[in-house]
């Protein structure tokens, strides 16, 4: 039971540079978030998909982009790294909000 | 706007003391309130959901409609309930299904 997956866990990009964090997950969820966690501001929402081919913007989703081409995976996408983006990223999925999120191990990421 | 609000950063108590963690939320419709934890080194997973009305690991929380609240207590704490704590608020209805708000998060430290 893998559950979710995310790679890589530790990136350090330069200004500028662009990358995918990848995360897959095994369950059969239609839903699937990624969040970004900053200390002493929680987690907050970049994007969201609720089924394959359908994505949405969360609270934060300036520099980033999102793709859900199958119910498994959900890639994030970071065009023009910021340091304003090093930050600690978990995506997560699930299957009803009364199941709980399955969280990923999360993605360190330092911007210099 | 839905708001997700935990006062306190940090909480310190010792082991066989009780412990609060406080959280405070504003939302138009009927809320769907979640506590989650991540002890280190560890994903951040599900602790207890209002609807259930269940008790997990010694902790409880009552949704208290009329105080906007949601507080997790555990009459006795451990060593090992030394974590990070999350609550969060889920969004119902429409392609907003399943999205959780996250508070900022509480560090509890249970000393020996």
């Known amino acids: 039971n893998a559950g979710v997956t995310q790679t890589p866990k530790f990136r350090i990009l330069k200004i500028g540079q662009s990358m995918t964090l990848q995360c897959a997950q095994d369950m059969n969820h239609n839903y699937m978030y990624w969040y970004r966690q900053d200390p002493g501001m929680g987690l907050k929402l970049i994007y969201y998909?609720?089924?394959?081919?359908?994505?949405d913007k969360g609270e934060v989703p300036n520099g980033y982009n999102v793709s859900r081409s199958t119910t498994e995976d959900f890639p994030l996408r970071l065009e023009l790294a910021a340091p304003s983006q090093t930050s600690v990223y978990f995506c997560a999925s699930t299957a009803g909000t009364y199941y709980g999120y399955t969280f990923g191990s999360g993605t360190r990421l330092t911007v210099v | 706007a839905q708001r997700v609000t935990q006062p306190e950063k940090l909480l310190s108590v010792f082991k066989g003391a009780p412990v609060e963690l406080k959280c405070n939320y504003s939302y138009s419709g009927s809320p769907e309130l979640f506590w989650y934890v991540q002890y280190s080194r560890q994903r951040l997973q599900l602790l207890l959901r209002h609807i259930s009305r269940e008790s997990i690991k010694g902790f409880t929380a009552d949704l208290n409609k009329g105080e906007t609240s949601f507080h997790l207590k555990k009459p006795f704490a451990q060593e090992e309930d030394s974590a990070m704590y999350y609550c969060?608020?889920?969004?119902?209805?429409?392609?907003?299904?399943?999205?959780?708000?996250f508070g900022q998060g509480t560090i509890l430290t249970v000393h020996p």
């Open positions: 969060a608020l889920s969004s119902r209805g429409g392609t907003s299904y399943g999205k959780l708000t």
């Open positions: 998909s609720v089924g394959a081919g359908i994505t």
